[in-house]
């Protein structure tokens, strides 16, 4: 029969898509992939890192993100900030320059590329010539000087890279003005330094490859001095009273040069710090003064090759103080943030980035501790196995948690964050979430998942209860007493697990009463509980046996972690009171939490089970596996695959095939005429359905179609419409549904009384257009089979008719809303599920969406998904949308992920589909593995080892960086330099500086009303674009010319 919708109900739904759904990737949390650049603005407080991908993130006080990506496909490898400004210049690894700005749109600063170039040299020049190797942004803010790897510095105009052709200095400029003897020895090679004089900006020293520096006059275009130093450079620094300049070399050594009108013939001092053999590159060096005492002098690298070549280190160098910083991964660059309003005083924090973290050290209190990062922290320190996500967790179990953690934070300094740039205008979280992440080591990490910063609350780590490799009395923050050098570890990324059997594979808790399960690799499960004291115990383990002495089986995977018999000292925190071990040791595969009832279900590749927690008992064993499912006994760490066994389950799947189409075309011209007679006619009376492709029933020989996909409890009704009971449902990767009956007994005989898993009257149900394949039944009616039951017989079997793995169950109430979390209506949190009508089973698979009646498990409505686009379901989670227009109105919903990285939101009751998103590659199969959903819209999903991809599918729900960057006001050195150019009197210049402060107080007025008028920033724009236009095509013109 033909269905009619009239168009304004259809543009009522319309609208209602437009308050309730919005897709944005909102933030990326962790730590950047591959960093390949650092950047820092001590007048803006901003942190800028460059990747190899070509992203460029910033940060400035938590809350103050940027990022931006280029449209090359080309690593960053430098990263300069213009002085006193909110421009920035990159520099990638193709040799293009991009410059970037911080612009005002609507009260929030954006972060936005302006231009672009690269160096073009004369016709016929080798690369070489063009090609950067040193960036020098200038103090006065309006040039670039570029070394390069011919030797030659170009001088360029920002922020329109206009290349002031008259100011370059030539290789030949500087080999003419060198002494005979030395450019006799020697090729200068290519720029590797630059730097310029603090004192007087007309001055840069030039450091060549082959040892040799040149002091230059940028106003008179000429050498002031030559420093001939003979081993290969790595670095320049030029002291910030302008006496001294500081070179390291290959050889491990650094020397220091003193600044005068002469040539100098030999350094003034000369040190290898780390003995006479022979000692890796310094490959930077730093020295800052202190307004009493010593300088800090801070060095990268240097240690002795044969020994030690391996170890990433700084060495710190004050007074009588001397460490080195031995870090976790290899160094990419470090910078010190220094005190007061000029950031010119002592030396207050050390910035190290690292390929896999970020390090900063508090360089002014004793014993030098690290600070903790409030973002970028490596969330990857040990690999991410699992994810879980709570929201809207209590304020009281909120502060436990974070009591717990800072017990274990006592190592770390008291003092602030010391990157405080932009203001954070995002409004304060609605609700506490937390993130749950489970790592390869056996530890289990809590974040903060409110904000935009993902902020580290808590570790937990299950290894204490196991007998591992590991030493309990190694501390690696150590360093023996008196060794040489003198190291000391720093950084927590530690990707090597003692053993991969403590990988947690599977996390639940339970907001409301602080109950915690952790499922692992090797078939283990932890039940904890939060106490805020330490506390000594005995963990015992129950084995539960998944086979139930099915015979034929062997084992071939990896054996049982060993329990600790002793008590163990668990720190205050999350600590574990029970244990259930499964039998084969296989990786867990579902986990669920029924902490009203003091239930756990948990499932692996043979069976699933059900633990009473509170009295440590197993109430239900379900062995699912199949007889010719051997894949199953090999585990996942088992390294022996049977090639024979996939090439004959291919061969089979090719015969059975061939055989149902031959079949298939069987007398097929006889009935065509028939078929074609009776499709017209259906055709005249229906809608027509979308094309649907044909899909294959899987084999029941398919592997693993025994292991457990979900667990589900629910309180609805399953023997009769009458009665409603508690009830388990199971899930399998053969398209199986189990369902039992629980019998719990009344609250005041909970302790003493057992649960059991009631068969009731013991029935098979198999719904219309699904089947039952078995040696002695088959149907595709609605018929209940009484047959003999062995023990644990379900209420009700479901096998769905293409046997496709069933990923979620949900059970609708009366009105057709999903059951409320456990102890969710006691704490008046949910309203009580409708009982008066009829409940409804949702069955989830990889292809479908299907709706029964319960209790008779009659299929009412479905949604197909792998017959009309050809995808399959990865991910299911179930989300509350509320109305962007309206607080009171909202509706429940499917959020799914398919193997396409496709985002889908399906109605509920109604199991329509709503949206559908694009957002993750389909090629990215990690990152749709991880993806976990939130219950209020959200998602997180990894975009690599070390990062979340933040994602919002609600209008009203989003959370993303809110911040402002405003112009610095004022900057004494900037002004210094600006009024200071050589021969120029005291008077003179303080007078200027009086003049200068006027105009800048006049100025802050007007940029102020400019950053905030929308249509004078787009005039200045336009223009700034028709700038960089004209300055290109001179370019173009000159070059052709």
């Given amino acids: 029969m033909k269905r009619f919708r009239r168009h304004g109900q259809e543009s009522h739904r319309d609208r209602l898509k437009q308050e309730l759904f919005q897709f944005n990737k909102t933030v990326e949390h962790g730590f950047p992939h591959q960093p390949s650049a650092l950047g820092y603005s001590p007048s803006l407080q901003l942190l800028a890192i460059g990747t190899r991908s070509g992203a460029i993130k910033l940060y400035g006080a938590p809350g103050v993100e940027f990022m931006g990506l280029h449209d090359e496909n080309a690593a960053v490898t430098q990263v300069h900030f213009l002085p006193h400004q909110v421009e920035l210049v990159t520099l990638l690894d193709d040799n293009s320059l991009h410059m970037w700005t911080l612009r005002a749109h609507k009260g929030l600063s954006e972060l936005l590329e302006i231009g672009r170039f690269m160096l073009t040299g004369p016709p016929g020049a080798p690369p070489s010539v063009t090609r950067v190797t040193a960036v020098l942004a200038h103090s006065s803010g309006d040039l670039l000087l570029l070394g390069t790897e011919g030797g030659h510095v170009f001088i360029v105009e920002v922020p329109g890279f206009r290349e002031l052709e008259e100011r370059n200095i030539s290789l030949d400029q500087v080999a003419n003005s060198v002494p005979d003897d030395y450019i006799g020895r020697r090729n200068l090679e290519h720029v590797e330094a630059l730097q310029e004089n603090p004192v007087n900006p007309n001055q840069v020293v030039i450091g060549y490859g082959r040892g040799l520096m040149v002091i230059w006059d940028l106003e008179n275009q000429c050498a002031i001095q030559h420093i001939p130093a003979t081993q290969q450079l790595e670095s320049v620094w030029w002291t910030e009273d302008g006496g001294y300049i500081l070179s390291s070399h290959s050889d491990g050594s650094y020397c220091r040069w003193m600044v005068g009108g002469e040539d100098v013939e030999e350094e003034e001092k000369s040190d290898i710090p780390y003995g006479h053999f022979p000692c890796k590159a310094i490959s930077k060096i730093v020295q800052l003064p202190t307004e009493e005492g010593p300088p800090f002098l801070l060095f990268s690298g240097g240690m002795p090759r044969a020994s030690y070549g391996d170890r990433h280190c700084i060495t710190v160098i004050h007074s009588k103080t001397h460490v080195a910083l031995d870090f976790t991964s290899r160094i990419i660059d470090f910078f010190v943030i220094r005190n007061g309003q000029q950031h010119t005083g002592d030396p207050s924090a050390l910035v190290v980035l690292v390929e896999e973290e970020l390090v900063v050290i508090d360089l002014q209190t004793e014993g030098w501790p690290v600070i903790q990062t ?607 150019p050589d021969g120029a009197s005291s008077a003179h210049r303080n007078a200027r500086q009086e003049s200068e402060d006027a105009e800048s107080a006049a100025r802050r007025v007007m940029e102020h009303a400019l950053l905030n008028d929308e249509k004078v920033l787009q005039e200045i724009q336009k223009s700034l674009e028709g700038d960089q236009t004209s300055f290109l095509e001179n370019n173009v013109k000159s070059a052709v010319a």
């Fill in 374 to 980: 409030p973002y970028l922290v490596p969330l990857h320190s040990s690999a991410i196995t699992c994810s879980h996500h709570v929201s809207a967790i209590p304020l009281k179990l909120w502060e436990r948690v974070i009591a717990a953690g800072e017990l274990q934070s006592t190592h770390y300094s008291k003092e602030p964050w010391p990157i405080t740039g932009g203001q954070n205008l995002a409004p304060d979280p609605p609700q506490r979430d937390l993130l749950l992440t489970g790592h390869e080591d056996g530890t289990v990490r809590f974040w903060d998942a409110s904000g935009v910063c993902l902020y580290p609350m808590y570790k937990l780590s299950t290894s204490a209860v196991f007998h591992t490799d590991a030493d309990p009395n190694d501390n690696m923050n150590q360093g023996t007493e008196g060794e040489w050098p003198p190291f000391r570890k720093v950084g927590c990324f530690d990707p090597y697990s003692d053993d991969p059997r403590l990988g947690i594979q599977k996390i639940h808790l339970c907001k409301y009463s602080g109950y915690l399960i952790v499922a692992g690799t090797a078939g283990q499960i932890l039940v904890l509980e939060l106490n805020d004291e330490a506390a000594e115990q005995t963990v015992e383990a129950k084995v539960v046996d998944l086979l139930q002495g099915q015979e034929g089986f062997r084992w071939k995977g990896h054996t049982r972690l060993d329990v600790r018999e002793e008590p163990v000292l668990f720190p205050a925190g999350f600590q574990p009171f029970a244990l259930v071990q499964c039998q084969p040791p296989a990786v867990v595969t579902a986990l669920n939490l029924h902490s009203e009832w003091k239930l756990i279900a948990f499932g692996t590749s043979h069976g699933f089970g059900l633990y009473d927690y509170q009295q440590k008992n197993n109430v239900l064993i379900k062995c699912t596996l199949n007889p010719s499912d051997q894949l199953a006994m090999e585990g996942p760490l088992s390294r022996v695959k049977s090639i024979k066994k996939s090439l004959r389950q291919s061969f089979r799947r090719i015969r059975r095939s061939r055989v149902s189409l031959r079949k298939h075309h069987v007398n097929n011209a006889a009935k065509l005429q028939e078929a074609n007679a009776r499709l017209e006619a259906e055709l005249a009376e229906m809608e027509l359905a979308p094309v649907q492709r044909k899909i294959e029933a899987r084999s029941s020989d398919d592997s693993f179609t025994g292991l457990v996909r979900t667990l589900y409890f629910a309180d609805t009704f399953l023997s009769d419409s009458s009665h409603n009971t508690p009830s388990l449902w199971a899930g399998t990767n053969g398209g199986c549904v189990f369902a039992y009956m629980l019998r719990l007994p009344p609250v005041e005989h909970r302790a003493d009384e057992p649960v059991t898993a009631q068969p009731g009257e013991k029935h098979m149900i198999f719904p219309k257009r699904f089947h039952h394949v078995s040696t002695s039944l088959s149907c595709s009616s609605n018929v209940i089979y009484r047959l003999s039951a062995p023990a644990y017989f379900p209420a009700k079997e479901i096998q769905l008719m293409h046997r496709a793995p069933v990923v979620g169950i949900v059970v609708l109430d009366g009105q057709g809303a999903p059951l409320p979390e456990p102890l969710e209506v006691a704490h008046d949190l949910a309203r009580s599920p409708e009982m008066q009508g009829s409940h409804h089973l949702l069955v989830i698979s990889e292809e479908q969406f299907k709706v029964f009646t319960l209790p008779k498990v009659s299929a009412k409505m479905k949604l197909k998904l792998t017959a009309v686009d050809g995808s399959r379901v990865r991910r299911v989670g179930v989300a509350w949308f509320g109305s962007s227009r309206s607080e009171d109105y909202g509706e429940s919903g499917l959020v799914v992920l398919t193997n396409q990285g496709d985002l889908h939101v399906v109605s509920l009751p109604g199991v329509k589909m709503q949206v559908q998103h694009p957002c993750i590659r389909r090629e990215d199969v990690s990152g749709i593995a991880s993806c976990v959903f939130t219950k209020h819209g959200q998602g997180f999903y990894l975009i690599s080892p070390s990062e979340f991809e933040r994602f919002s599918l609600s209008t009203r729900c989003v959370v993303e960086p809110r911040c402002l960057v405003e112009v610095p006001l004022h900057s004494g050195a900037s002004t210094q330099h600006r009024a200071q």
